[in-house]
């Protein structure tokens, strides 16, 4: 394994700052750097990009991305133990890293970061998840991002690219691929971690659209598509009674057959429905 940089390989690292996985944050550090090197150089522009990575750990990806060349990073790490590992990487990169210790769900990292951003991450399932339905949904599109880079478990990263008509297709498809291009990078076994998780992971890459596919309020499009598929196996006339009393009538007008299900309906569809609901 060739070095990407002159700090002590990872397992030092940890070994150093003691830094064992606690599975309350979800931790499972990927030690190999030309892995990390490799997820960094799926994420774009990074020269000419800051890049806002959450969750650091030990550092692995926050070393990949550096020496892959990002123009700064900013690492929101929750875990205080992992500070000192940081302040080494910091070292080894003047002026190019700063990490704040939070929890990404609280800290607001905006007033640290100069467009064009660009967000990359290796995060529990529940936090990654919760992060990327924030980053797909804020009233205003485009959004403060460039793209997303993140690593979820593969079931997850399956759902947010499904098609319509798959047992996968689902709220999280609807809202990444309406207003972003998203694509699978790379998928990882379970080997791959440290320590290794049950499942295997997958590297999800989305790149923020100019503009929305298809015109839609992002709150009525989400009531809509979180309605249907809550009861994914009914009809939409019964799955979306409790939206409108018409909805039959409703769902005729934007082409959609009432005795329909929700994994039948396409992006463009859901889109219609959800103007259709505002008339
Ligand atoms: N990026 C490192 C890597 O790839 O080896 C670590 C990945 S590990 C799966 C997840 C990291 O996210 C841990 O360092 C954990 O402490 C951190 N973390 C968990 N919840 C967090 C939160 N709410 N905010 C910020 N960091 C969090």
């Given at each position: 394994?060739?070095?990407?940089?002159?700090?002590?390989?990872?397992?030092?690292?940890?070994?150093?700052?003691?830094?064992?996985?606690?599975?309350?944050?979800?931790?499972?550090?990927?030690?190999?750097?030309?892995?990390?090197?490799r997820i960094?150089r799926s994420v774009?522009?990074?020269?000419?990009?800051?890049?806002?990575?959450?969750?650091?750990?030990?550092?692995?990806?926050?070393?990949?991305?550096?020496?892959?060349?990002?123009?700064?990073?900013?690492?929101?790490?929750?875990?205080?133990?992992?500070?000192?590992?940081?302040?080494?990487?910091?070292?080894?990169?003047?002026?190019?890293?700063?990490?704040?210790?939070?929890?990404?769900?609280?800290?607001?990292?905006?007033?640290?970061?100069?467009?064009?951003?660009?967000?990359?991450?290796?995060?529990?399932?529940?936090?990654?998840?919760?992060?990327?339905?924030?980053?797909?949904?804020?009233?205003?599109?485009?959004?403060?991002?460039?793209?997303?880079t993140?690593?979820?478990?593969?079931?997850?990263?399956?759902?947010?690219?499904?098609?319509?008509?798959?047992?996968?297709?689902?709220?999280?498809?609807?809202?990444?691929?309406?207003?972003?291009?998203?694509?699978?990078v790379l998928?990882?076994?379970?080997?791959?971690?440290?320590?290794?998780?049950?499942?295997?992971?997958?590297v999800?890459h989305?790149?923020?659209?100019?503009?929305?596919?298809?015109?839609?309020?992002?709150?009525?499009?989400?009531?809509?598509?979180?309605?249907?598929?809550?009861?994914?196996?009914?009809?939409?006339?019964?799955?979306?009674?409790?939206?409108?009393?018409?909805?039959?009538?409703?769902?005729?007008?934007?082409?959609?057959?009432?005795?329909?299900?929700?994994?039948?309906?396409?992006?463009?569809?859901?889109?219609?429905?959800?103007?259709?609901?505002?008339?």
């Amino acid at each position: 394994m060739s070095a990407i940089d002159s700090l002590p390989p990872l397992r030092e690292v940890i070994a150093a700052h003691d830094l064992r996985a606690k599975k309350s944050l979800g931790q499972n550090f990927l030690l190999d750097l030309n892995l990390t090197a490799r997820i960094a150089r799926s994420v774009g522009d990074l020269e000419g990009s800051d890049i806002l990575e959450i969750g650091p750990g030990p550092g692995g990806l926050t070393r990949g991305l550096l020496a892959e060349g990002a123009r700064r990073v900013l690492a929101i790490e929750k875990d205080a133990r992992c500070l000192p590992a940081l302040a080494e990487v910091a070292a080894a990169y003047p002026g190019r890293l700063e990490v704040i210790n939070g929890d990404a769900l609280e800290v607001d990292p905006l007033a640290h970061l100069t467009p064009p951003i660009r967000i990359a991450a290796n995060l529990p399932y529940n936090v990654g998840t919760e992060l990327l339905v924030r980053w797909l949904t804020p009233p205003d599109w485009p959004p403060f991002w460039q793209s997303l880079t993140l690593m979820f478990q593969k079931e997850v990263a399956e759902r947010i690219v499904a098609k319509p008509g798959s047992k996968t297709y689902g709220r999280l498809a609807i809202l990444a691929q309406w207003r972003a291009e998203a694509r699978i990078v790379l998928s990882l076994p379970p080997g791959a971690f440290t320590p290794p998780p049950n499942v295997s992971s997958s590297v999800v890459h989305l790149t923020a659209l100019p503009e929305p596919r298809y015109p839609a309020d992002p709150k009525v499009l989400e009531r809509v598509v979180a309605t249907a598929f809550n009861q994914r196996r009914k009809m939409l006339r019964a799955s979306l009674k409790g939206l409108a009393p018409d909805i039959e009538d409703r769902l005729r007008a934007c082409g959609i057959a009432p005795t329909d299900r929700a994994e039948q309906i396409s992006l463009e569809g859901f889109c219609a429905l959800a103007r259709q609901m505002e008339s």
